[in-house]
């Protein structure tokens, strides 16, 4: 029995694939209204989302306690100090705890797990897999971050859990039948003498972890349509005897995709809701959005369906509330609604410490490695406006890279160009030692390296694709560095490239601002001819953002992450001295008058 279960045990039944077990605990019948009234009964489910590979509360960037401006917590020792004070106040009645996915990848320690002594060598148990079977989740969905370190490495987390991973819509390439558990109906007990109410739980992945992961899912896992799927396995769920049906689905509400129209809809929960019968709430992550409460009309039945989205890191607890009557023999949902609970309200719980705290211990000790001394204090605070030293330093490192490897091949004679992008406002190498935190607070993605050919009109057509990013603003418009940005793109999708100079006119419409591109350091203009090899990551390679032209055959790609190659250039020089690299190649302008 976990540490954090009350004092009886439910039954699982799992369909279709792995079986699991996880606590009972029952539901008390609450008072009738009248002698001929049925009984109601209540179900609490509890949601997670986008932990990342949270427990402690914990900044590995910045090595001290996590905080931000508005005083947020993170981590699974925090939620499951939720978990446990809501399963004490309900005093053994029934409560079910979801998880919505991407769990495996984000921190340093779940990074350290992953490449310095992969659970894959070690046999060591992952550290979100002991700190999510002490707070004894019921199921978890798999997200597309599961899948950033390969399959091997996905199932063994998997076989290390004390409950299933779901995810319905990932179906092996070759048998065709899911590759993973589809769904699980468990039996809830609702109290002596009622009924068992049997609660099906379907989870679904993202999609878009066939572009994302291709080098570890292509050829293996076909991942399809969310809707699709769940409208195959609702009725499923239904006719072996579903009284309830959940979702927990890996996929934002918006509707819409970060990628283009090849693959299904990234961010389809609200769409799940309005076309398939059947479903009485969503417990939805992937967009980190808090979205405490909404209710979306299926268009077949006229049923209010209930969704929620509790942010991201640990930072909030969904909880969803419904009441049942049993009636003429059947179940029946009289109410239901859902509430957000703030993790910063509770202290951290000391069994999930305690179980990871020698892996937190050995990865503050790794990121605290000295790699380098930096010459000048280098920060990324005005890398999405300014070409900046800090953001030069990836591309230097990223084109000397492929230049070496490169060399002697056919492609030896093509400049080489480079990207990199601002993940970080707040990355900072610190004059003096520089530390493995400071360049994983640099580079926080477990991107790869690759490269690709483009030729001159390709890298134009990129350039005016990432200078959407900016809003519009004629001359002489107030210019403020805070909202200079269009809110609709990530940071992570604005692009920067080393090799050629180039203007960026944000006065201009989006599509016609690249108004001085030259090869770099002269005046030569980049002909739609000429070619380029162009040093990238492996996440843009694949598609990741739609930018055009980037998705071919790669003539680089020794599987290198990023990241580390960072580490080890400066390991291998011992100095950053932006002398070495810093080339300003880059502004942003107003009809040719520099905006900063």
């Known amino acids: 029995?976990?540490?954090?279960?009350?004092?009886?045990?439910?039954?699982?039944?799992?369909?279709?694939?792995?079986?699991?077990?996880?606590?009972?605990?029952?539901?008390?019948?609450?008072?009738?209204?009248?002698?001929?009234?049925?009984?109601?009964?209540?179900?609490?489910?509890?949601?997670?989302?986008?932990?990342?590979?949270?427990v402690y509360n914990w900044d590995y960037y910045r090595d001290a306690e996590y905080d931000d401006s508005a005083h947020n917590d993170v981590g699974v020792a925090k939620l499951a100090s939720l978990v446990t004070r809501i399963r004490a106040e309900r005093r053994g009645r029934a409560t079910l705890v979801l998880d919505a996915g991407d769990t495996i990848q984000g921190t340093s320690l779940a990074t350290y797990y992953a490449k310095q002594e992969p659970i894959t060598s070690t046999g060591e148990t992952h550290p979100m897999a002991r700190a999510m079977n002490i707070l004894d989740?019921?199921?978890?969905?798999?997200?597309?971050?599961?899948?950033?370190?390969?399959?091997?490495?996905?199932?063994?987390?998997?076989?290390?859990l004390g409950f299933p991973a779901l995810a319905a819509n990932a179906v092996n390439e070759r048998t065709g039948k899911p590759a993973f558990t589809p769904y699980v109906?468990?039996?809830?007990?609702?109290?002596?003498?009622?009924?068992?109410?049997?609660?099906?739980?379907?989870?679904?992945?993202?999609?878009?972890t066939a572009i994302?992961?291709?080098?570890?899912v292509e050829g293996r896992l076909r991942f399809e349509d969310m809707v699709a799927t769940a409208a195959r396995w609702v009725p499923v769920m239904r006719q072996r005897g579903a009284d309830v049906v959940l979702i927990s689905a890996h996929g934002g509400d918006s509707g819409t995709s970060s990628y283009g129209p090849e693959l299904p809809n990234e961010n389809p929960c609200a769409l799940i809701a309005e076309q398939v019968p059947g479903i009485d709430a969503i417990l939805f992550g992937h967009a980190h959005a808090e979205v405490v409460e909404r209710f979306v009309v299926n268009r077949v039945t006229g049923e209010r369906v209930l969704m929620s989205e509790p942010s991201k890191w640990g930072q909030r607890l969904t909880r969803m509330d419904f009441t049942l009557e049993r009636q003429h023999g059947r179940w029946r949902i009289t109410g239901k609604r859902a509430t957000m609970l703030n993790t910063n309200t509770v202290p951290e719980h000391p069994l999930v410490l305690a179980a990871v705290r020698r892996q937190h211990d050995k990865t503050v000790a790794y990121v605290n490695q000295v790699v380098a001394t930096s010459a000048v204090e280098l920060s990324a605070a005005e890398s999405r406006y300014k070409d900046t030293p800090i953001l030069d330093y990836i591309n230097q490192v990223q084109t000397d890279v492929v230049t070496a490897a490169l060399a002697g091949s056919q492609y030896?004679?093509?400049?080489?160009?480079?990207?990199?992008?601002?993940?970080?406002?707040?990355?900072?190498?610190?004059?003096?030692?520089?530390?493995?935190?400071?360049?994983?607070?640099?580079?926080?993605y477990d991107n790869t390296l690759e490269a690709v050919v483009l030729s001159g009109a390709e890298v134009r057509a990129y350039l005016e694709y990432s200078a959407k990013y900016f809003r519009t603003l004629g001359p002489g418009a107030p210019v403020d560095p805070a909202e200079i940005s269009d809110p609709a793109v990530p940071d992570y999708n604005y692009d920067t490239l080393s090799g050629v100079d180039y203007d960026?006119?944000?006065?201009?419409?989006?599509?016609?601002?690249?108004?001085?591109?030259v090869r770099s350091g002269t005046d030569t203009p980049v002909a739609d001819t000429d070619q380029f090899?162009?040093?990238?990551?492996?996440?843009?390679?694949?598609g990741g953002g739609n930018f055009p032209g980037i998705v071919k055959t790669q003539v680089y790609n020794a599987q290198q992450e990023i990241r580390q190659l960072l580490i080890d250039w400066a390991q291998e020089r011992g100095s950053i001295d932006p002398a070495d690299f810093f080339q300003p190649n880059w502004r942003l302008v107003r009809e040719g008058v520099p905006v900063f």
């Open 533 to 542: 090899v162009v040093a990238v990551n492996n996440y843009r390679r694949s």
């Open 412 to 444: 030896a004679s093509l400049p080489v160009l480079s990207i990199a992008a601002p993940f970080s406002r707040t990355a900072v190498f610190p004059a003096g030692d520089v530390r493995i935190k400071d360049v994983a607070g640099l580079y926080i």
């Open 504 to 517: 960026i006119d944000i006065s201009r419409p989006v599509g016609h601002r690249i108004t001085r591109l």
């Open 185 to 208: 109906i468990k039996k809830v007990s609702l109290g002596p003498g009622a009924p068992t109410l049997r609660v099906g739980i379907l989870g679904l992945t993202n999609p878009g």
């Open 137 to 160: 989740y019921d199921a978890v969905t798999l997200g597309n971050h599961e899948f950033n370190y390969g399959l091997p490495l996905l199932d063994r987390w998997i076989r290390q």
């Open 1 to 54: 029995m976990s540490p954090l279960t009350g004092p009886s045990r439910r039954q699982v039944l799992a369909v279709a694939a792995a079986a699991a077990t996880a606590p009972l605990v029952a539901a008390a019948p609450a008072q009738a209204h009248g002698p001929t009234r049925p009984k109601t009964y209540d179900l609490t489910v509890l949601g997670t989302s986008d932990t990342h590979g949270n």
């Open 212 to 216: 994302w992961d291709r080098a570890h």
